[in-house]
């Protein structure tokens, strides 16, 4: 499974995986860059090839991207949409199952609230998934949390259904 923090010029990725014992690990994450002081459409393309190439190495079945939230800046909420669209129809490429989780959402599903800063959720996913994280790898812990939260919502959603199915 792989979380994508999308951006104009860092994207977040994060690829975990779940073992048969329900633990979750992280497998790989990074953040593709592009320059920017280029046009947006050429940074867009650059981060589409660039994201291509990770999925068509890592291979996930599940993509869990970020939704858009309003922002006071109506032009970097519509970059933003053009991104998000341009990291889903790359996810549709490969097949991948597509998810979607609001910011707020996640940090309330890892930290319990949904106004916590990235530090507690970096801090927090450092230890639950044994990995180094720090202020150069915000954009990947934001889409390891991505990912980390709907693993936790998908094993929930699986539970509820066993008990209705008793």
Request: hydrophobic residues 40%; charged residues 20%.
């Amino acid at each position: 499974m792989i979380g994508i923090d999308p951006g104009s010029v860092h994207l977040g990725w994060g690829l975990i995986e779940v073992d048969t014992g329900m633990e979750i690990r992280a497998v790989q994450f990074g953040v593709l860059h592009a320059k920017p002081k280029n046009p947006f459409y050429q940074r867009l393309f650059h981060l589409s090839s660039q994201l291509k190439e990770v999925l068509c190495a890592h291979k996930p079945h599940v993509a869990v991207i970020e939704r858009i939230f309003l922002g006071k800046n109506v032009d970097s909420v519509f970059k933003l949409g053009h991104i998000r669209g341009m990291c889903a129809v790359e996810c549709q490429g490969q097949g991948l199952e597509i998810q979607e989780y609001a910011a707020r959402t996640v940090k309330k599903q890892i930290t319990g609230s949904g106004n916590s800063d990235k530090f507690i959720v970096q801090n927090f996913l450092s230890q639950q998934l044994r990995v180094q994280l720090d202020s150069e790898t915000f954009d990947a812990s934001d889409a390891l949390a991505l990912a980390f939260c709907h693993v936790l919502n998908h094993n929930m959603r699986q539970r509820i259904t066993r008990m209705e199915v008793r």
